[in-house]
């Protein structure tokens, strides 16, 4: 079984720019997660979406962050415009949802903000 | 609001010995699962063992086990035998409520196996 695929794996960019990061969760995951992880930090959540509706995002910065996840199935998180603060490694994670919380992860995007 | 507290930002230990990471937690609910995750220098956070609130016995599995104590709200995991392979971030992390998906996660503690 395939696991959580995220690209890119690495991303450098000047502050003020946009970033965008792509994740394919495990098939038939319902759930799709988007954690931040600042380094010597544990993940915090962004985002998460039950098929294709947001479930909480209730800790995603909206004025400068975004994401979708159309027909259920693959998702987009988008940065715009990005400030030095934004410099964290951004996972996917889904789950399937009769399982007890169980997440996958992927390895991640990390993003240098300069 | 739910939060876990992990208090060793780092720990060194000799191989083949045991290792007890330690995770408390703060919930009002009384339905919760707990999570531990390593998380090795390619970054993938990958599960480790869980425990639910109402479970009777301490889950195990292989080396891992994880020691529950549910009126001091801790549950600290234990290696066994450790082994080098074992050196990384490791991740306390909690679900509560009955259904709810979103886990919170500690801060975690770096765990450094030396030969």
């Known amino acids: 079984e395939a696991g959580v695929a995220q690209s890119p794996r690495y991303k450098i960019i000047e502050k003020r720019q946009s970033v965008a990061f792509w994740c394919n969760p495990i098939?038939?995951?319902?759930?799709l997660y988007w954690y931040q992880q600042i380094l010597g930090q544990g993940p915090k959540l962004l985002i998460q979406?039950?098929?294709?509706?947001?479930?909480?995002d209730s800790q995603l910065p909206k004025d400068r962050f975004s994401a979708e996840r159309l027909k259920g199935v693959d998702s987009t998180l988008k940065i715009q415009p990005a400030k030095l603060e934004d410099s964290a490694v951004y996972l996917c994670?889904?789950?399937?949802?009769?399982?007890?919380?169980?997440?996958?992860f992927g390895e991640g995007s990390r993003l240098t903000v300069l | 609001a739910q939060k876990i507290t992990q208090t060793q930002p780092g720990m060194f230990v000799q191989e083949k010995e045991a290792v007890t990471l330690d995770c408390t937690y703060d919930?009002?609910?009384?339905?919760?699962?707990l999570f531990w995750y390593k998380q090795p220098s390619s970054g993938e956070m990958i599960f480790l063992i869980y425990?639910?609130?109402?479970?009777?016995q301490n889950a195990t599995e292989g080396r891992y086990s994880l020691n529950f104590q549910k009126a001091r709200k801790s549950a600290n995991l234990v290696i066994s035998a450790s082994q080098l392979g074992d050196s990384a971030m490791y991740f306390c992390?909690?679900?509560?409520?009955?259904?709810?998906?979103?886990?919170?996660f500690g801060q975690g503690t770096r765990l450094t196996i030396n030969p």
């Open positions: 994670a889904s789950s399937f949802r009769k399982a007890p919380g169980e997440l996958f």
């Open positions: 098939s038939g995951h319902a759930t």
């Open positions: 979406f039950q098929n294709n509706g947001v479930v909480d």
């Open positions: 919930t009002s609910d009384p339905s919760y699962g």
């Open positions: 425990q639910g609130s109402y479970d009777q």
């Open positions: 992390a909690m679900r509560d409520g009955q259904g709810a998906q979103k886990l919170v």
